[in-house]
């Protein structure tokens, strides 16, 4: 047996090993893709191990996420800075290799993966991000980000809408340092493939305008690393290499379903490795380990190679390195010297505060870029001056998603991943329904994506229910890890990307389309996420969000036309108010006998606030194609409305 195939066995039988071992795992991607594993990070994956985050790095996402064991062995095998410990704790509760990849828990892991089709959109953003790097910062002789992305995918990611969403996007961009390695063993755990997907992917990627290469024999190392190296020369387009393999390759049951999510058991286990010729438990053998090592010599040799050219780089463009050190800093941003004074007592619609802020922010932030799901002209979410992302203009940082508003969110949490930095895009509001699975994985890996969501209540009107929010805010704060931010006013929309910017996690924007009426607050209040706007005792205390403040400004002037004194608190974040002391909640939420929440929602988070005893004022149906003005009454969300449902309940 040659040294390759014997490194490659020892893959299968260890990953085969962990996953027996923790009684949990995937036995069948392992078993059947350790040679598409083996020739990239052997020959193709260009890392330093000891700097995670060497910037010039290949980016390897593994969206096919329960490939894990493999993944991990595979780091193991060429020194990642796994242990032996580390392969046996797999699954584990605390270990740094869980059950599927997770970003910031394992250092060597670009990603978190799980949920099938995400990390192909996740690579798509990443080599979006790489490839703005290379145009801005490359010159002649001095490729310094000349990076690859990887991004292992099956059967089952290749069914996601998400995934085709954004590799469509990844052809007409023409990602040429973008490479999809598919496992295609046409097995899902409940039979074959093509039972729900017997498409000609060579035909539909060509029509896509990938690089398409067919390798029929997925186990052969040599086709593997020769078609991968075919790949990286193409120059105009992304590749995807089709590797026809087997699922659960060597194993008793290779080549059915059954072997996708089951361990085996002890004695399947032994017969594998009997037939495998492998003996170790948990190890390499000498000679695995000492060819493993001629890749790291391999890949020290070309980080040498880089450093030298990069050190030669700053001394003939030092303007060029001072532009790049600035790019890379985590650069702060006071966002309270940004507000223009006049405009804060002027009455503006949503949607043209968050775009005269949004510009100002990306004034101060070099690596802010972003895009709209086609709706640039309605959410007005823009960079004026950025230029738009291209084919041909890779310094471009308005993004041109097209109307695949889930991928968008997904190919937003690559390029936050890369440009370590916030990363924004838009829709209305109705449509974060397609976004979530994005949203949730932004906020599992802690990433600064701004979701801004415009168009944020029943005021659509006309276009109707569709198009009307109601459970979409609830849905929203559901979500752990999520600023959820609706200004009332300009200034909250200052103090809102003020959380943003100070929050260790993502942000959605919640935005008015129509016309907000201004108020002045004390803005140290506003960064508490909610605070009283109005007042300082009364019999009623409403609590509202949004365009429903004015609403709240005007029921009180009611009120206490008819002796019923009223304070106004606004809520422009939630989970902003949460992170206060509690005596400083308390403080607010106890100035009136009487708490009334009014948002046009439908959320229930408001009881946690007014308690049994409060008034939950919303919107609890589905609307009409009507004019806004129509629509208050219908959701009885007008002063008078709201008066009279407030004096029935003091009663």
């Known amino acids: 047996m040659n040294i390759n195939n014997k490194c490659i066995n020892h893959l299968r039988c260890l990953s085969a090993e962990?996953?027996?071992?923790?009684?949990?795992?995937?036995?069948?991607?392992?078993?059947?893709?350790?040679t598409i594993f083996y020739a990239l990070f052997k020959d193709h994956y260009f890392y330093d191990i000891k700097d995670h985050k060497f910037i010039a790095r290949d980016r390897f996402v593994a969206s096919a996420g329960h490939v894990s064991a493999l993944y991990y062995a595979t780091a193991y095998m060429f020194n990642f800075g796994l242990n032996e410990n580390d392969l046996k704790s797999f699954r584990q509760i605390g270990s740094i290799t869980p059950g599927h990849p997770e970003y910031g828990t394992t250092n060597f892991v670009e990603d978190s993966t799980g949920p099938l089709g995400q990390g192909v959109a996740n690579a798509v953003g990443i080599a979006i991000a790489q490839s703005m790097l290379a145009e801005k910062f490359n010159v002649q002789k001095f490729p310094i980000f000349d990076s690859y992305t990887y991004c292992f995918l099956g059967d089952g990611c290749m069914m996601e809408g998400v995934a085709e969403e954004a590799m469509s996007l990844a052809g007409t961009l023409k990602l040429n340092k973008l490479i999809f390695l598919y496992d295609y063993n046409n097995m899902t755990i409940d039979g074959k493939a093509d039972m729900a997907n017997a498409e000609n992917i060579k035909k539909k990627f060509k029509a896509m305008h990938y690089n398409v290469i067919y390798v029929r024999n997925g186990n052969s190392y040599q086709s593997v690393t020769r078609a991968i190296?075919?790949?990286?020369?193409?120059?105009?387009?992304p590749s995807i290499i089709i590797f026809k393999t087997i699922i659960g390759y060597g194993a008793t049951n290779a080549g059915k379903n059954t072997i996708h999510g089951k361990p085996l058991s002890i004695s399947e286990l032994n017969a594998l490795k009997q037939s495998l010729g492998v003996k170790e438990s948990f190890s390499l053998p000498k000679d695995v380990k000492e060819h493993a090592l001629k890749t790291i010599k391999k890949n020290n040799e070309l980080l040498e190679?880089?450093?030298?050219?990069?050190?030669?780089?700053?001394t003939a463009n030092p303007e060029l390195y001072k532009q790049l050190v600035a790019f890379m800093s985590n650069k702060q941003v006071d966002v309270q010297k940004l507000i223009k004074q006049d405009m804060l007592t002027q009455d503006i619609s949503g949607r043209d505060a968050n775009e005269m802020v949004l510009n100002e922010i990306a004034q101060k932030l070099p690596r802010f870029v972003g895009g709209s799901a086609d709706l640039v002209a309605s959410t007005k979410a823009y960079i004026n001056d950025g230029g738009d992302y291209s084919a041909l203009n890779r310094r471009g940082k308005n993004i041109h998603f097209g109307i695949r508003e889930h991928a968008m969110g997904a190919i937003s949490n690559g390029l936050s991943l890369v440009l370590n930095s916030p990363v924004f895009c838009s829709t209305f509001l109705a449509f974060s329904n397609y976004m979530m699975p994005a949203i949730r994985m932004s906020a599992l890996m802690n990433l600064p994506v701004w979701y801004i969501f415009t168009h944020d209540s029943y005021k659509v009107g006309e276009d109707g229910p569709t198009h009307q929010s109601v459970e979409q805010l609830g849905t929203l704060r559901l979500i752990p890890n999520l600023n959820v931010l609706r200004p009332a006013f300009m200034e909250e929309v200052?103090?809102?990307?003020?959380?943003?910017?100070?929050?260790?996690?993502p942000s959605a924007f919640v935005i008015a389309k129509q016309t907000l009426k201004s108020e002045v607050a004390d803005y140290s209040n506003i960064l508490k996420g909610g605070y009283v706007l109005s007042g300082e005792k009364?019999?009623?205390?409403?609590l509202a969000t949004g365009s429903e403040v004015e609403l709240a400004l005007k029921v009180k002037a009611v009120l206490e036309s008819q002796d019923i004194s009223c304070v106004v608190a606004s809520f422009p974040c939630v989970e902003q108010f949460e992170r206060q002391s509690e005596s400083y909640k308390d403080d607010v939420l106890s100035r009136g006998k009487v708490l009334v929440s009014l948002e046009a929602?439908?959320?229930?988070?408001?009881?946690?606030?007014i308690g049994k005893n409060g008034l939950r004022i919303g919107v609890f149906k589905f609307g009409k194609s009507a004019k806004p003005s129509q629509l208050d009454e219908y959701f009885e969300m007008t002063?008078?409305?709201?008066?009279?449902?407030?004096?029935?309940?003091l009663k």
């Not at 030298?308 to 780089?313: E, G, R």
């Not at 200052?494 to 996690?505: F, V």
């Not at 002063?639 to 309940?649: A, G």
């Open 18 to 34: 962990m996953i027996t071992n923790a009684n949990s795992g995937h036995p069948g991607v392992a078993l059947g893709s350790a």
């Open 229 to 237: 190296a075919r790949a990286k020369k193409c120059q105009n387009k």
């Open 305 to 314: 190679k880089w450093n030298n050219m990069f050190a030669i780089y700053k």
């Open 494 to 505: 200052y103090a809102c990307y003020d959380i943003a910017l100070s929050s260790n996690c």
């Open 538 to 542: 009364g019999e009623v205390e409403i």
């Open 601 to 609: 929602s439908n959320d229930n988070i408001w009881y946690k606030y």
């Open 639 to 649: 002063p008078s409305s709201v008066v009279k449902k407030i004096k029935n309940f």
